[in-house]
Each structure stands twice: as C-alpha cells, then as structure tokens.
C-alpha cells in the first residue's frame, strides 16, 4: 500500500498528506524495529530522537505502517481491521486541530502499539496484548459508541480475532483503566447513561483519584483553572461542580465481568 492510498484510506486531512509526503528519507531500520513488539517501545524513542520535529515523526510512523500492512497480509488479517486500527493516526491529529487550532501529532508514544501489532480495533473498542501480564487492556477510542450491543458485538469480534491468529493470547484476562469508570460518575450520572452501563461491567479494584487525563476527554484541556471549565453538556457541568467542591473523576482500574 503506497503511502498517499494510506493517508486517503484512513481520513487523513490533505494539508497533513502533503507535509507526509514531503518527508522522504527514512531510516528502515528504524521503521521494521517500530513494527515488532519486542523492540518497538526502544525503536520508537530512538526515532523520535531522529526526527526534527513530531510532522517527521508522523511521516515515519506512517511508513512503519506500511510494513505492518504486510505484516497483517502474512497473517491472513483483514485488510479492514488495519484500516480501522491505522484510523488512529488521522482521530489524533483531528484531536489535536479541535483542541489547539493546529495540526499536530502529540501521540507517537502511544501509536507504536497500532504499528507493532499489539493494539487492534475491532469495531468500536481497541484490544491491547500485554503479554508480560497475561492481559488484554480494553481501550475506548474517542469516537466510540459504547452502547452495550455494539461492546458486545465489538467483544465477540475480539474473541474469534484471538482465537483464529493469537491463540496463544486466547485466555488473556480482559482489564480496562479508564476515566469511564471512575465511582464518581456512578453517582453523577441518570441510570440511562451509556457511561453508567459501560462501567458496570467491570469489576472495579482500582481508583487513581489523582489522574487528570478525564479534562482532556471532557473538556478537551487540561487545567487547573477549574471555574474556567465549559458547561455545554450535563456531564461537563455535573464534573464541574464535584471539582469546584473539592472531589475527585480520576482513572479507575477493573476487570470486565461481562458486557
């Protein structure tokens, strides 16, 4: 897949297209080492090193996801699953524009999970491996819709994903750390909410109170300046008001239970 079908295929803005195709010289070394599990976390820092600024960093990164394309047609992987899990790419640069006005790829420490084949999204939800624990971390794209009926679907996707090319990963225990699943926004939110449901089915065991990544997803900043938060919506409202009286959103940890 060359790269410009990549950009196309994934939603890719054309102003970030043109500054991809710019970059042309690229360490290949480099570029296999982001692809492999083994190596990619080392790899990636080595690149970032490299690289003159973090558009650089997106054009290498890109072209690593070339090679993870060829890598997907060894295993017999669906050619829409690369697709759905490269999205990242273009959801974080759009992110990015939403919330600073600019094109920017802040996000090269989380994506060599996408490029060496140990995150996937399989239809609304993303499935990280993590081998050294024996786990399968469930992540929750921004524009997911975490209705139960679409989590389950997007579970009993995973299963048969794992089942035909990871078997050896089949028993995995299914864990998720997410600001979704804070105690707080139980008591927040109406029974109807799709976040209440979502969280019930995990088994809770661990609360980061501290955590502030929630602002981001909330708000789309990060601040301290609490009385300067939005209130556009009922949730950023209600978060608003626990923080103004001195509470807590955070992370918390669980296992899933069941969707």
């Known amino acids: 897949m060359e ?35 083994e190596t990619a976390a080392d790899t990636y820092r080595a690149l970032k090193a490299r690289c003159q600024n ?12 070339r090679l993870a394309y060829e890598a997907y047609r060894a295993l017999g992987i669906d050619e829409r699953v690369f697709i759905d899990t490269m999205k990242c790419f273009s959801r974080f640069i759009g992110e990015t524009y939403t919330n600073c006005g600019v094109y920017d790829f802040d996000r090269g420490w989380w994506t060599y999970r996408q490029l060496s084949l140990s995150l996937f999204r399989l239809g609304e939800l993303e499935y990280e491996y993590l081998d050294s624990e024996h786990k399968v971390s469930i992540h929750i794209p921004s524009d997911a819709d975490i209705s139960l009926d ?20 089949a028993g995995y225990t299914p864990v998720c750390e997410s600001w979704l699943l804070s ?12 976040i209440r449901a979502f969280a019930s089915c995990f088994c809770v065991t661990a609360w980061n109170r501290e955590a502030s990544d929630y602002l981001t997803w909330i708000y789309g900043k990060s601040t ?19 923080l103004l009286n001195g509470g807590a959103i955070g992370s918390a940890y669980g296992e899933l239970t069941g969707f």
């Open 3 to 37: 790269i410009l079908e990549l950009c196309e295929r994934i939603g890719m803005p054309r102003e970030v297209t043109e500054q991809v195709l710019s970059h042309t010289a690229f360490d290949r070394q480099l570029l296999v080492g982001i692809t492999h599990r």
């Open 54 to 65: 973090r558009m650089e960093l997106l054009a290498c990164s890109l072209q690593a996801a």
């Open 150 to 169: 679409l989590c389950r679907e997007s579970y009993a996707r995973y299963l048969e994903f794992t089942e035909r090319f990871f078997p050896d990963k």
């Open 183 to 194: 105690p707080t926004l139980n008591e927040l939110l109406p029974p109807s909410s799709r």
């Open 224 to 242: 301290t300046d609490y009385s300067s938060l939005p209130e556009n919506t009922s949730l950023q409202k209600s978060v608003k008001q626990v």
